[in-house]
């Protein structure tokens, strides 16, 4: 009969070689020594009766079954952290850890802070931030929060929030007016140097829900960060989201145009794979974001 090992924690030091690419370094990470991780894979390969790494004198390889074997233990790990973290947390909300992924502007223009501030009240959950413009899987990456944009999430699969909805502005700095004048209508934009984001696509014309109104300029960027700093800078106009340039208007670096103007509004999900109430930081973290997009009122449809 085959001898039992503690199969967690074999896992859990094969995926760590796996990951390191050495028994020497994953010996360091995990605290032991260098024989022993090695004899801790001999006794996983004996479990699975499979040789899981391919050893050469210059560097490991994961075979066919060690492949399998990391993907499928990374899961279980991660699944038994989740579950060690959900019982720690029965009548505590103020520890835990929190994979959160963003899209780069806004992350970085408003979620961004409010993350901070969120730490700084509860600063013992941890809290892993990507900025990204890729969707991530939430369960291949392991996500536990997907903020995203999107007009309609009616057949998720998971959990979703809508948070507010994201204007599109157009600006321009007063400089810039001073020189080439203020446009009244859409019509005379036509006439004006405009600054084009280019995302998916080159975002080069406006439309009314009746016409559509071409737009250019010298300028096409696939950051809105830059595009912001060329309008600042008086370049020319853009069509900026809400969130990316109200403290501008506030403070009157940039000047809003077209101000009656019916604008498309873009939704903002909170997007994530359990119930709220089966997860005292989660609840906690998606709370706290909603009040403090509440109080966004240039946001919110």
């Known amino acids: 009969m085959r001898k039992e090992y503690d199969k967690l924690h074999l896992l859990k030091i094969f995926c760590c070689v796996a990951e390191q690419h050495s028994f020497s370094r994953a010996a360091e990470q995990l605290g032991t020594t260098t024989s022993a991780v090695s004899k801790s894979i001999a006794q996983l390969e004996s479990v699975y009766d499979q040789v899981l790494l391919n050893r ?56 961004s802070q409010i993350c901070i501030d969120f730490q700084k009240c509860y600063p013992q959950i941890k809290l892993e931030l990507m900025f990204t413009a890729a969707n991530q899987d939430l369960i291949e990456d392991e996500i536990d929060v997907a903020f995203r944009f999107s007009a309609a999430l009616k057949n998720s699969q998971f959990y979703v929030l809508k948070l507010l909805s994201v204007n599109a502005t157009f600006v321009a700095a007063p400089s810039y007016l001073a020189a080439r004048g203020k446009p009244a209508q859409l019509d005379e934009l036509s006439s004006h140097n405009i600054l084009l984001s280019k995302l998916n696509h080159v975002e080069d014309s406006w439309h009314d829900g009746t016409k559509s109104y071409p737009l250019q300029g010298n300028l096409i960027a696939n950051s809105r960060f830059h595009i912001r700093e060329a309008v600042l800078a008086g370049l020319g106009i853009a069509i900026l989201p809400s969130y990316f340039c109200q403290k501008d208007i506030d403070s009157g670096a940039l000047v809003e145009l077209f101000t009656e103007l019916h604008r498309p509004q873009v939704p903002l999900h909170a997007i994530y794979k359990v119930k709220r109430e089966h997860s005292a930081k989660l609840d906690l973290f998606l709370g706290f974001v909603q009040e403090r997009l509440s109080s966004r009122s240039e946001l919110i449809s």
Not at 66 to 83: F, H, P, Q, S, T
Request: hydrophobic content about 40%.
């Open 56 to 111: 050469t004198t210059r560097k490991l390889a994961l075979s066919d079954a060690g492949k399998l074997v990391y993907e499928k233990g990374k899961k279980i790990l991660r699944a038994l952290r989740d579950l060690e973290e959900e019982v720690e947390q029965v009548g505590v909300h103020h520890s835990g850890h929190l994979k959160i992924t963003f899209p780069n502007t806004i992350g970085r223009m408003l979620l």
